[in-house]
């Protein structure tokens, strides 16, 4: 693969698809994502907005997805994957998801310490 030929999500894309994934968030949170800076976050938001696909909740200070944003979002998604080999990838995915239930489970277990939150005073525990 040269330089040339290397995936580049489209900007707008890495917004929307950070919103997705964070449900609710600054610019700034999803600058960090994105690796965008902010002033091209709150561009790709005011976009978002202005197709009703996100919408800013003054009172909380964060911006969401809309419905119609969340739809949209899967098929952007679809279409920004289109040229990926996606179906090579299936058997390390799969190989993925039996380690990443086997972690959130030992998360969900380090947690919680006799059915009640871990307050983590017991190291020995932890």
């Given amino acids: 693969m040269t330089p040339d030929d290397r995936y580049a999500p489209h900007p707008v894309f890495l917004t929307h698809h950070a919103l997705r994934i964070k449900g609710f968030a600054k610019p700034e949170s999803l600058a960090d994502i994105t690796a965008l800076d902010v002033d091209t976050i709150e561009r790709n938001l005011e976009e978002l907005a202005s197709s009703g696909h996100a919408l800013y909740r ?34 390390h995915y799969r190989s993925f998801l039996e380690v990443n239930e086997l972690f959130k489970s030992l998360c969900g277990e380090w947690q919680l310490r006799d059915g009640q939150p871990n307050d983590h005073s017991n190291l020995g525990y932890d």
């Fill in 58 to 91: 003054e009172a909380r200070l964060l911006w969401q997805l809309t419905p119609e944003g969340r739809e949209a979002h899967r098929q952007a998604l679809a279409h920004d994957v289109r040229s990926l080999a996606i179906d090579a990838l299936g058997v």
